[in-house]
């Protein structure tokens, strides 16, 4: 069973950065982030592929977030840029048993907790 602790997050202006992060613990494949505002569904932002470390960004946030991995510290990061008010959103990391990244949250099935950014305008 993989478990997922998400961190960072908080508040910033727009425009500013935040980074979160996602210690990974177990065995797994690829990472996603994913994000909900109040409202509305869950909705893909970002992921990497382990086995050749490629990433996939959705549209929103291509150029402004980058994913990683820090490979010593078995985590995963989200560096978000140019924040905007519509970026505001519970961010989740999430993992499931395929090599493959997708932007369907309900294929996922391990989740971290959740961390809150939220950015004012």
């Known amino acids: 069973q993989v478990q997922l602790v998400n961190s960072g997050g908080g508040a910033a202006q727009s425009g500013g950065s935040l980074r979160l992060s996602c210690a990974v613990s177990?065995?797994?494949?690829?990472i996603a982030w994913f994000r909900q505002a109040p409202g509305k569904k869950r909705g893909a932002v970002s992921c990497?592929?382990?086995?050749?470390?490629?990433?996939f960004h959705g549209d929103s946030v291509k150029g402004r977030f980058t994913i990683s991995r820090d490979n010593a510290k078995n985590t995963v990061y989200l560096q978000m840029n140019s924040l905007k008010f519509e970026d505001t959103a519970v961010y989740y990391c999430?993992?499931?048993?395929?090599?493959?990244?997708?932007?369907?949250?309900?294929?996922?099935?391990?989740w971290g907790q959740g961390t809150q950014v939220t950015v004012s305008s």
């Open positions: 999430a993992t499931r048993r395929s090599p493959l990244c997708s932007s369907n949250y309900s294929l996922y099935d391990s």
């Open positions: 177990g065995d797994t494949w690829q």
């Open positions: 990497i592929d382990f086995s050749d470390g490629r990433t």
